[in-house]
């Protein structure tokens, strides 16, 4: 059973030899890489072709930026595999990954199996373990009664903890959209509305990378609040869909975003206090117009 692994790259060179070594490294061989160069402008390009030229299973395709949906969606065009796993390119894998993986898949064939994974803070050096709490089969009636829980316990938004069974994901016509923020969310609310079972697993397979300088996510951008809000708007649909009461939830996730982008606002040093005061002129206008402030 061949796994496709999907990677974007922009501009990680300090990262993309680590990563690559440990897809390329694993144990299970059965594998194809797919790497979208979306239009990166350092030594990506010349990083990836010294790695192509020694490994044939790398799949190499370079375009100008464009996002990483665009990337995601022409790799999605490219993959020859039974599953597909999503990687960033500076984020590495645990030893022996793909072995405990394609063991999993082989044997249960689910549509997506979420796994465990540990986060690791680029600036402070610090540890996150997220690991689920047991290994379990779920059919579509118990994912959607033990949802609260396995969204305790798990990411159900990123794509990195988990890999997708590319036969479904072609039945349901599964693609990125064009957001730059969210797109991930908003892929697996899409396949969470159309699966059939769902395998989790209690080991952890990943280490991923966050408080990296430059990354899109310590950016501030005004555009990002209006793409969280629609992310929540497509959550609470998921939840109604699933018959599951929302309202709370829903609130809480609304203030957790307001709050994040009131600080981000108020932290950044680079910006005037003029600019300041429009940003949060512009949050108090969004949050009156969902009704949370009056």
């Known amino acids: 059973m061949k796994i496709s692994v999907i990677m974007p790259v922009y501009n990680v060179e300090s990262y993309l030899r680590q990563s690559l070594e440990s897809i390329l490294s694993q144990t299970y061989t059965d594998i194809e890489l797919i790497i979208i160069n979306d239009g990166s402008d350092d030594n990506s390009d010349k990083i990836i072709k010294s790695y192509q030229q020694k490994d044939q299973r790398i799949k190499y395709l370079y375009q100008r930026n464009q996002g990483v949906s665009a990337a995601r969606n022409l790799a999605l065009s490219m993959v020859s595999g039974q ?45 996150i373990e997220k690991v689920p709490s047991r290994t379990c089969d779920l059919t579509r009636n118990e994912f959607i009664l033990n949802f609260d829980k396995i969204e305790s316990e798990v990411d159900i938004n990123s794509l990195w903890n988990k890999a997708y069974s590319i ?11 064009k957001m730059t923020i969210g797109e991930d969310a908003l892929f697996n609310y899409y396949c969470f509305k159309n699966f059939k079972v769902i395998k989790i697993i209690k080991e952890v397979y990943y280490h991923y990378s966050f408080e990296r300088s430059g ?14 809000l629609e992310v929540v708007k497509e959550y609470d649909n ?57």
Do not use: W
């Not at 022996?96 to 082989?106: D, G, K, P």
């Not at 950016?219 to 209006?226: E, H, I, K, P, V």
């Open 167 to 177: 036969t479904f994901l072609k039945k349901i016509n599964a693609k990125f959209s």
């Open 215 to 228: 990354s899109a996510m310590n950016t501030f951008n005004s555009r990002r609040l209006l793409q969280k």
């Open 238 to 294: 998921l939840r109604t869909s699933f018959h599951i009461k929302s309202k709370c939830k829903i609130q809480e996730k609304l203030i957790g975003i307001f709050f994040g982008e009131i600080k981000s606002i108020m932290q950044n040093k680079e910006i005037s206090l003029q600019t300041k005061d429009q940003f949060l002129r512009q949050i108090k206008y969004q949050m009156k117009k969902i009704g949370l402030l009056t």
């Open 83 to 127: 599953y597909v796993f999503f990687m960033d390119a500076d984020d590495v894998l645990e030893e022996n990954s793909f072995q405990r993986l394609a063991l999993h898949l082989r044997c249960d064939a689910p549509d997506i199996l979420f796994f465990g994974y540990i986060m690791d803070s680029l600036k402070t050096g610090k540890k």
